[in-house]
Structures are given as C-alpha cells and as structure tokens.
C-alpha cells in the first residue's frame, strides 16, 4: 500500500502530473498557483523532466504546445490573469489538437482582482475562454486527493483524445491540506501514434474513433499543422464542406467518447426535495449543508460535477426526474456563471435559484442550508 501523505492541492496536482508522466512544464509565478511550478521545479528534474519558468503566460503557453509536440507530454498552471493570456494560443492547441494540461488555480476578478481571495469566476472562461467552436475538457476537483486523481485522469483524457484539458481549481482546494495516498494502478495512458505507410499521411485523418494518429518526430512523417482551418491534409482550407467537417469532428469527437470524459457525484438525491449544484470547495459546503438539513428532517441532495464540460447533463436532468426534487439551488463563488447552465436543462421542469457570492469569502455550509429551508418554506 502506498504511503498516505499529507499535501497541499497545489503540491499534489504537480506531484500527480509527475506520476502521469508529465516531463516538461513552463510557467509563470502567480498567486495562488505558485505552489504547482514551485513542485515542479524541484521535481522534475529528479526523473529527466525540464521545468523552465517562461517569460510570461503567453510564452507558457506556447512552449507547451512546443513540447507537447514534441512528443512530450506538458502541463502548466496559471491563475485568472495567466488565463486569460494563454486564451490565444490554447485556441491553437484546441484547433490543431495538441494535448496538453492546464491548471487554473481561480482567484478573484477580474483584471488582478484579489490574488489571496477564492473564486469562482472562470467557469464560463474555462469553456468559452477562447475564440471560435472549439472543443476542450474542463475537469473541477473538490478535495485534494481528487486534485491528484483528476489531473493523472486529465493527462490520460489529453492523450487518448487529443485534446487540452484543464484543470480548474479555486484558491481553498488549491492551498487546502488533506491526507493523500500517491500513485496510480495501472499505466498511464499514452497518444495514439502513426503507424504504417509514410507515403500519403494524413496528420488529421477521420478515424472510427475521430481521434487522428499523431506523427511522432523523427519517425518520417509529413505533417502540416496549423492554427487556420484545415482539412485531413493538414493544409489550410475555406471550403464549407471541409471546414464544417473539420469543426464538427472536434465536437464529435467528445460526444463520441462521452461515456470516458464524464464524472460526477451525486449525494442523497434519490429522494431529494431540493437539489443543490456546485463544484469545488462550494460543494465541499454544499455537502456539510445536505448532512444537517437530513438530521432535521428536510430532504436535500447534492450533484458535483466533477466533469465541468462537457457537462455531465443527461445524469443531472435524470436524477432531477427521478428524485422529483421541487427546485434547485446553484451556489457559486462569482455573480451566476454555473447557475446557467442548470438553468439551460432544467428550468423548463423545476425553479433554478442561484446564489452567488464573490465577495472573496467562501459560502459557509450554512448559508446554503437556510437557502433550502427558504426554498422549501415558500
């Protein structure tokens, strides 16, 4: 058995990354993710990684993608400022498809906002942040010993399908520290390679599973990559009928795999009067509110995503059905960004209530639950 540890959110993301096999990371300091490049330098180097601290987030980001392909599987981490900055060029990961791992420790916003304060205000970025369709992974641990499953699960999602995943913390799971048992069983996923005959390549190829093989460098495959839009060629194009069928295959190719990409928690919501949605160290409130509104008697329910997109939407609109819960409430650390996308599922069916906070203070467990006692009361 592996020994259990007590770590920090940020120590064990950049100690599961290490454990995915993550062998290169560039970054910028900034609070409150720090503490991932700081782990990182110290650590990498102990198993032949590279850790370069870049000149700012832009340059992370793209020395990343340089790694990544490369060969190399590479991560970073930033909060909201940094972000924003690697937007562009997390774009050209997304569009050329280039795995690799992000990690957004969120603080307060926007601009420089509150750098020591917790927020959640990048869940809509997480998604949207970039411009154009595009298709990414955004995974929302709520514990520390979740941060280190998730991100080794990012590495491996980036991997098999192709795709940036990012790993979205807030300032509390991020500095909590929680008892940790590291490793992993089993190997860690690894990219789907070319094989076979050189002469004719496509580097993005339609394949069964609309995951392209990669060319591995040196092994003398011709690949064109490129941020515009492009055909299995790899050449740019404008053709409608390609560009439709270059778009919708990276949107396709999530919805394929969705059974693989997907997690989430649900607590007590069999028979739920009031189902609350949350994410991060808001449910980890969410949760403490649900075990005292049952000792009295009220019937609450907790859903976590823990895949926060693509969103977990068939398990929360049949769990809403089945527990015949009379509203739901969306507690989050920003003005209403989560409570949006509940609204988009079940607000034709049941009353979706928010309660944002984004006052730099966390919601107390009982805030939430004088929220459900109101609810239930009106």
């Known amino acids: 058995m592996a020994q259990r540890v007590n770590l920090q959110g940020n120590q064990a993301c950049a100690l599961a990354a290490i454990e995915a096999g993550c062998r290169f990371f560039a970054g910028y300091p900034i609070t409150p993710s720090s503490e991932i490049a700081e782990t990182m330098s110290g650590e990498l180097?102990?198993?032949?990684?590279?850790?370069?601290?870049?000149e700012d987030e832009i340059a992370s980001m793209a020395a990343?993608?340089?790694?990544?392909?490369?060969?190399?599987k590479a991560m970073t981490a930033t909060s909201g400022p940094g972000f924003s900055l690697k937007q562009e060029n997390l774009g050209y990961a997304c569009g050329a498809e280039i795995p690799c791992v992000v990690v957004n420790v969120m603080r307060g916003g926007p601009s420089t906002g509150m750098p020591t304060r917790p927020a959640q205000g990048d869940v809509m970025q997480a998604r949207w942040g970039t411009h154009g369709d595009h298709a990414l992974i955004v995974l929302a641990p709520a514990s520390v010993a979740e941060t280190y499953s998730e991100t080794i699960r990012a590495f491996d999602l980036s991997e098999r399908l192709r795709v940036p995943v990012v790993v979205l913390l807030d300032e509390v799971i991020g500095h909590l520290v929680e008892t940790v048992e590291p490793g992993k069983a089993g190997e860690a996923a690894t990219r789907k390679w070319a094989t076979g005959p050189?002469?004719?390549?496509?580097?993005?190829?339609?394949?069964?599973?609309?995951?392209?093989?990669?060319?591995?460098p040196g092994d003398g495959y011709r690949?064109?990559?490129?941020?515009l839009t492009h055909g299995p060629d790899g050449f740019p194009t404008q053709k409608p009928d390609e560009?439709?069928?270059?778009?919708?295959?990276?949107?396709?190719k999530l919805a394929l795999h969705r059974e693989l990409i997907e997690s989430w928690r649900a607590e007590e919501c069999e028979d739920a009067q009031v189902l609350i949605v949350a994410i991060g160290i808001?449910?980890?409130?969410?949760?403490?509110?649900?075990?005292?509104?049952?000792?009295?008697?009220?019937?609450?329910?907790?859903f976590r995503p823990v895949t926060l997109w693509p969103f977990p939407e068939r398990a929360l609109r049949d769990i809403a059905a089945k527990s015949g819960a009379r509203a739901v409430i969306v507690p989050e650390m920003n003005q209403g960004q989560l409570v949006l996308e509940v609204e988009r599922l079940l607000a034709r069916d049941l009353p979706v209530i928010g309660m944002g906070r984004y006052d730099g203070e966390p919601i107390p467990s009982a805030d939430i639950a004088a929220r459900v006692r109101e609810v239930l009361q009106s």
């Open 198 to 216: 050189r002469e004719g390549f496509e580097p993005y190829m339609v394949t069964d599973d609309l995951v392209p093989p990669m060319p591995r």
């Open 243 to 252: 560009v439709r069928a270059a778009i919708g295959r990276l949107s396709d």
């Open 223 to 227: 690949a064109h990559v490129t941020g």
């Open 64 to 72: 990343v993608i340089g790694a990544s392909m490369g060969g190399v």
């Open 45 to 54: 180097p102990k198993v032949g990684g590279t850790f370069i601290q870049m």
């Open 282 to 302: 808001t449910a980890r409130a969410a949760g403490k509110a649900v075990t005292d509104l049952r000792a009295e008697g009220i019937r609450a329910g907790l």
